[in-house]
C-alpha cells in the first residue's frame, strides 16, 4: 500500500515552490508616499503631468490629497502625509519653525488674477487688486471667497485688509459670500452667477466652464504666487517615509523637475515658472 504521506510530500513541495517562484516573478508593487497639496496645484492639471516623470526616475507613485493649504497643513500635523506642496509662505515657515516640517524649499511661482463678468459692471479691469477690492466693496459686488483657509483665501484676506476691509464679512460689501470650497467650484459659482472671484492663473487656464467670466486685474506685483515644498518631520512622526519623500523634493527641484514644471502649458501658455534655484 502506497505511504499517503510519501505520496503527498513531493507535491506539496513542488506547489510551494511554484508559488515561491510565481511571487518572485510576478510584478512589483511600486512604492508610495501621500503629499498633501492645494486643490490649484491638481486642478491646474499640473500633477497629472508632473508625477509620471517623477515615477520614471525614481519608481516612487505618489498619492495626491488636494485640500485648502491650512486643512494640507493641519493633515500633515497629524502625520497623515509624507511631503507638502503648498503656496501660503508665511505659514509653510511657522509650520517649518514649529518642527513640523524638516525644510522649506521653493519650487515654482504663478500668479493671481481677479475673475468677473466681461462687461465689469464694477469697473474693477485694471492692474490695481486693492482698487478692485474698494470698488467691489462700495457697490456691494458679487464676490465668491472660498472661504477654506486655502493659500488663494489667505491671499484674498491680504488684498481684503489692504482694501481696508476688516476680518468681518459685512465690510467687504453685502455682495461677499463664502463658498467653503475648492478653486474650481468658487470659479463654478462665479460662472453661474455673475460673481467676481481670486483665482490662481493655474486653475483658471485649465477651467473650461467660463461662461461670461474674463480675467479682469492681473498683474500688480502683489499678486505675485509662490510654491514651496517641505518634508514633514519624521521627529514628530516616525512612520512618516520621509526618505522616499526627500526624493520627490530632491527631483523636484533638480533640473529635471524644473524643467518638467516649466513645460506644463495649455494651449501653449506656461502655468508655473520654477524658481527653486533663485
Not at 9 to 22: D, G, N, R, T, Y
Request: positive net charge; proline residues 4%; contains cysteine.
Amino acid at each position: 500500500m502506497t505511504n499517503f504521506k510519501n505520496f503527498c510530500a513531493p507535491a506539496l513541495i513542488h506547489k510551494a515552490l511554484a508559488a515561491i517562484v510565481f511571487v518572485a516573478s510576478g510584478p512589483v508593487l511600486a512604492q508610495s508616499i501621500t503629499m498633501a497639496s492645494t486643490t490649484s496645484t491638481e486642478q491646474s492639471g499640473l500633477f497629472g503631468h508632473l508625477m509620471p516623470e517623477f515615477k520614471k526616475a525614481s519608481g516612487l507613485d505618489v498619492k495626491v490629497v488636494a485640500l485648502g493649504t491650512g486643512q494640507a497643513l493641519d493633515m500633515a500635523r497629524r502625520g497623515d502625509a509624507d511631503v507638502l506642496f503648498v503656496h501660503d509662505q508665511v505659514a509653510e515657515e511657522k509650520f517649518v519653525a514649529d518642527g513640523w516640517g524638516v525644510k522649506r524649499y521653493p519650487v515654482m511661482y504663478n500668479d493671481f488674477i481677479l475673475i468677473g463678468p466681461k462687461n465689469d459692471p464694477i469697473g474693477t479691469k485694471g492692474k490695481d487688486i486693492v482698487q478692485a477690492l474698494q470698488k467691489l466693496s462700495a457697490a456691494n459686488g458679487n464676490f465668491i471667497s472660498r472661504g477654506d483657509k486655502s493659500g488663494t483665501h489667505a491671499a484674498e484676506l491680504r488684498y481684503w485688509k489692504l482694501a481696508g476691509a476688516d476680518a468681518a464679512n459685512t465690510s467687504k460689501g453685502s455682495g461677499y459670500k463664502e463658498c467653503g470650497c475648492g478653486m474650481g467650484p468658487a470659479l463654478n459659482i462665479a460662472a453661474s452667477s455673475g460673481a467676481y472671484v481670486l483665482a490662481d492663473r493655474g486653475t483658471w487656464l485649465n477651467f473650461k466652464n467660463r461662461a461670461d467670466l474674463a480675467v479682469l486685474v492681473e498683474g500688480d506685483t502683489k499678486l505675485f504666487n509662490q510654491y514651496g515644498v517641505m518634508v514633514v518631520n519624521p521627529a514628530k512622526h516616525p512612520h512618516v517615509k520621509s526618505q522616499d519623500a526627500q526624493k520627490f523634493v530632491d527631483w523636484v527641484v533638480s533640473p529635471a523637475g524644473q524643467q518638467a514644471i516649466a513645460g506644463y502649458k495649455i494651449g501653449g501658455e506656461q502655468l508655473f515658472f520654477p524658481n527653486a534655484a533663485q
